[in-house]
């Protein structure tokens, strides 16, 4: 089982949005959280230590993670999906750029 991690600034609509789009996706378990201070659910170092792959929302989220949890990364793939935050929990535009963005790196159906 592959442990796939999420992240946005907020933790409120797009890695939501992620978690949930691809939570039956055989051969991984998902997670989501936020960079914010304040997101739902933050980003933590045991998070980030049972992910095997990231995915960031923004180029940004990408410098926050390492610059804040350099230590807690050790090499691991950080795909940033180039989502700008413009959309609602499960846009079904959200859920099509996710389905074309993250699908080519999860183990095949």
């Known amino acids: ?8 600034s907020q933790n409120r609509l797009r890695s939501p949005t992620a978690e949930q789009t691809f939570a039956s996706w055989p051969g991984i378990e998902v997670d ?9 659910q933050p980003v933590t ?3 980030l230590e049972w992910a095997e792959l990231i995915f960031v ?4 989220h990408r410098h926050r993670l390492s610059s804040n949890f350099r230590q807690y990364l050790n090499g691991k793939r950080i795909i940033c999906l180039d989502i ?3 959309y609602d929990y499960m846009d079904p535009e959200l859920v099509k750029l996710l389905k074309a963005k993250v699908t ?6």
Do not use: Q, T, V, Y
């Open 104 to 109: 080519p790196h999860l183990p095949r159906m």
């Open 1 to 8: 089982m592959k442990h796939i991690l999420f992240i946005c």
């Open 45 to 47: 170092p045991e998070l």
């Open 32 to 40: 989501s959280a936020g960079l914010n201070n304040d997101a739902e």
């Open 84 to 86: 700008p935050d413009e």
């Open 57 to 60: 929302m923004e180029k940004a």
